[in-house]
C-alpha cells in the first residue's frame, strides 16, 4: 500500500500475525498494561491518582527488596543515570567502574562530561570484568579518595551479569566507604537484586524492560548512605534534585507526573507481584534463557555462531548476545529475520556492531513466544547463508524439557 507524506509506508514487508519481539528492551507490553494506560487524563495531585501511586511507589520499592528512599522522573534510563550521580557526588570526585560493555562505558563518559573523575576496571567483554581487580584498585585507594563504585549489574550490550553481591563483599573486606551504585535496568523483574541486603546505595532502574512498561519513566532508589552523600553534594542540579522532590506531595517528579505510565505500572506491578510472583518470574527468566543458550550452543556445533559470553558465571538471564563466525554480519540475518519471518532483534552496540545480534529475553515472554524466534532465526541464518548446527529449536525444547 502506498504510504502519505504523514504516514509513509511500512519499509518492511506486510505480514499477517504478531511482530514477534525479541529485542533486550523496550519490551513486550502485556495486554493488560496496555490497557490498563489507556486512561483519560487526570490531575496528578487527583486523590483518586494519588492512591494508584502510592500503591505502586511501595509495589516498585518490592520489586527493587527495599525499604528506603525512591525518586522518579520522566525521563529514560539515561536521566536516572545522570540523576543518581548529580544527587551524590560533586564535580571532581573519582568514581570506579568495572567495564563490562557498551553500557559501563556509556556510564562512565557520562560521569566525564558531567565533571567526575573516572577510573575504569578494563575487562574482556566476552569474561567479565575479574573482581580481583575490583579489589586490587580499592585496596590502593588507601586515601579513599574513590566516591562511589558504578557497577552494570546485567550488561545489555554483552548478555553478561555483574555479581553486585559480591562487589559489596570487596567493599567491606577493604574497609572502603564508597558508594555502591548498581545500574539495574535491565536485570531489574528479570533476576533476583536485593537493594537493601546486598548494601547498595544507589539503584538505578527503568520502566520498559523487565518492567514491561513503556519507555517513560525511570527511577533511583537511594540508600540512607546516599542520602547523606546528597546533602553535602554539591554538583547543580535542578530538574533531578532530590531535595526538591523531598518537599512535594510524591517525593519524586519535579514537574507533571506521567499518570498514565502509572496505572501501567500498577498492572505491571500486580502481575508481577501477585499474579506470578517475584521468585516465579526469576524462574521462568532462567528456564528461557537456558533453552535460548542451549539453542546458540546447538548452532555453534558447525562453525556456527557462538555465545558471546564465554563465562557461564556471568551469563546474563535477560538477553543472549550471538557472536557471528568470522566474515558474516549479524545485520544481514538480523534484516531477513525482520522482514521474511517478523522477528526484532537486538543489534551489536559500539564495536560489536554487525558482530553480534542480541536476543532478548526479558518481560512479558512465554515458551512458544522464544521456540518462535528460535526458529525463525535458525531460518534467517540459513537464507543468510550463515554456517550452523541445525536442530537448535530441538536442543531448545530439550532444554525447556528436562
Ligand atoms: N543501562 C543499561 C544496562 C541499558 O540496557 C540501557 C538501555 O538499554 C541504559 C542504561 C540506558 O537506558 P535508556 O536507553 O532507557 O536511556
Known amino acids: 500500500m502506498e504510504g502519505s507524506a504523514l504516514f509513509p509506508a511500512s519499509p518492511r514487508r506486510m505480514a499477517r500475525g504478531r511482530l514477534f519481539f525479541a529485542n533486550p528492551g523496550p519490551t ?19 486523590p483518586a491518582f494519588l492512591a494508584v501511586y502510592d500503591a505502586c511507589f511501595e ?9 528506603q528512599h525512591l525518586f522518579m522522573y520522566t525521563a529514560s534510563g539515561h536521566g536516572a543515570w545522570e540523576a543518581s550521580l548529580v544527587n551524590v557526588l560533586s564535580p571532581g570526585d573519582l568514581v570506579l567502574i568495572p567495564e563490562t560493555g557498551h553500557f559501563s562505558d556509556s556510564w562512565a563518559k557520562m560521569c566525564g562530561t558531567l565533571g567526575f573523575r573516572v577510573k575504569t576496571v578494563p575487562a ?25 563504585v558504578c557497577c552494570v549489574h546485567n550488561e ?23 558508594l555502591l551504585m548498581a ?26 524492560k523487565g518492567l514491561m512498561l513503556p519507555t517513560g519513566f525511570s527511577f533511583t532508589a537511594a540508600s540512607e548512605r546516599a542520602l547523606a552523600a546528597h546533602r553535602t553534594s554539591t554538583h547543580p542540579r535542578h530538574y ?23 496505572y501501567g505500572l500498577q498492572e505491571a506491578l500486580r502481575l508481577m507481584l501477585e499474579e506470578e510472583g517475584l521468585e516465579a518470574v526469576f524462574a521462568r527468566h532462567a528456564r528461557l534463557a537456558r533453552a535460548v543458550r542451549a539453542c546458540v550452543q546447538h548452532w ?42 517478523n522477528v526484532s532483534t537486538g543489534g551489536g552496540l559500539a564495536k560489536l556492531a554487525g558482530k553480534v545480534f542480541r ?44
Open 300 to 341: 555453534g556445533g558447525n562453525s556456527g555462531p557462538q555465545l558471546f559470553c564465554q563465562n557461564p558465571e556471568r551469563w546474563s538471564d535477560s538477553v543472549t548476545a550471538v557472536q557471528m563466525p568470522e566474515g558474516h554480519d549479524a545485520e544481514a540475518v538480523r534484516k531477513i529475520a525482520l522482514e521474511r519471518y
Open 156 to 178: 545489555t550490550a554483552a548478555g553478561t551479569r555483574l555479581p553486585i553481591e559480591r562487589v559489596r563483599g570487596i567493599l567491606d573486606e577493604t574497609g572502603h566507604p564508597a
Open 124 to 148: 574482556d567483554w566476552r569474561r567479565g570484568v575479574d573482581l580481583a581487580l575490583v579489589r586490587e584498585a580499592l585496596k590502593a585507594d588507601t586515601a579513599h579518595d574513590i566516591r562511589a
Open 59 to 67: 509495589g516498585l520499592k518490592r520489586v527493587l527488596k527495599t525499604e
Open 28 to 46: 513486550n507490553i502485556p495486554d493488560s498494561v496496555l490497557l490498563a494506560t489507556a486512561r483519560a487524563s487526570i490531575d496528578f495531585n487527583d
Open 359 to 402: 536476543i532478548g529475553h526479558l518481560g512479558d515472554l512465554n515458551e512458544p513466544m522464544i521456540l518462535g524466534t528460535l526458529a525463525s532465526l535458525e531460518l534467517a541464518l540459513a537464507d543468510a547463508g550463515v554456517p550452523h548446527a541445525k536442530g537448535g529449536v530441538q536442543a531448545a525444547m530439550a532444554s525447556l524439557s528436562a
Open 240 to 262: 533531578f534534585d532530590w531535595t526538591e522532590m523531598l518537599a512535594r506531595r510524591q517525593r519524586s517528579f519535579v514537574g507533571t507526573v506521567p499518570t498514565t505510565l502509572f
Open 183 to 208: 545500574d539495574t535496568i535491565s536485570s531489574l523483574g528479570c533476576y533476583d537484586f536485593r537493594m537493601d541486603e546486598w548494601g547498595v546505595d544507589v539503584c538505578v532502574g527503568g520502566s520498559q
